[in-house]
């Protein structure tokens, strides 16, 4: 089982929370453009591919909330292993989570692919 500084993965997790809340931020503005194609286009193709689109950010929404939770889940685990026993826990280890870290970098490549494929749309239509 791989281990980690209880300082490194807890940096990790500050730095996960940041990324966490920049694409809610991205989300919204995504929604916002999507909300502007839908009020000036009303073809049934158009519509549809607004549907796709909120959809999407619906799905990509759950799993920010899903991230969030579970980053803070293991936050909480850090520290009540650090309440436990204070002594020295800048220098103490933790198991590594890598389904974090996977769970990140696969969100992150969904997320990418989406917003080139909403720029795409919206170059298309506007």
């Known amino acids: 089982m791989e281990t980690?500084?209880?300082?490194?993965?807890?940096?990790?997790?500050?730095?996960?929370l940041n990324t966490i809340a920049f694409y809610r931020d991205e989300v919204k503005i995504m929604q916002n453009r999507i909300e502007e194609i839908a009020s000036k286009n009303t073809g049934q193709e158009v519509m549809a591919q607004v549907e796709h689109f909120q959809n999407q950010l619906i799905v990509q929404t759950d799993n920010?909330?899903?991230?969030s939770h579970d980053i803070r889940k293991h936050e909480q685990e850090i520290s009540e292993m650090i309440k436990a026993?204070?002594?020295?826990?800048?220098?103490?280890?933790?198991?590594?989570?890598?389904?974090?870290?996977?769970?990140?970098?696969?969100?992150?490549?969904?997320f990418s692919d989406l917003r080139k494929e909403l720029i795409l749309f919206l170059a298309k239509v506007m």
């Open 4 to 16: 980690s500084l209880i300082t490194e993965q807890h940096r990790d997790h500050r730095e996960w």
């Open 64 to 67: 920010l909330d899903r991230l």
């Open 85 to 110: 026993n204070p002594i020295a826990s800048d220098h103490r280890r933790a198991p590594v989570h890598k389904e974090h870290v996977e769970a990140m970098e696969s969100f992150e490549k969904i």
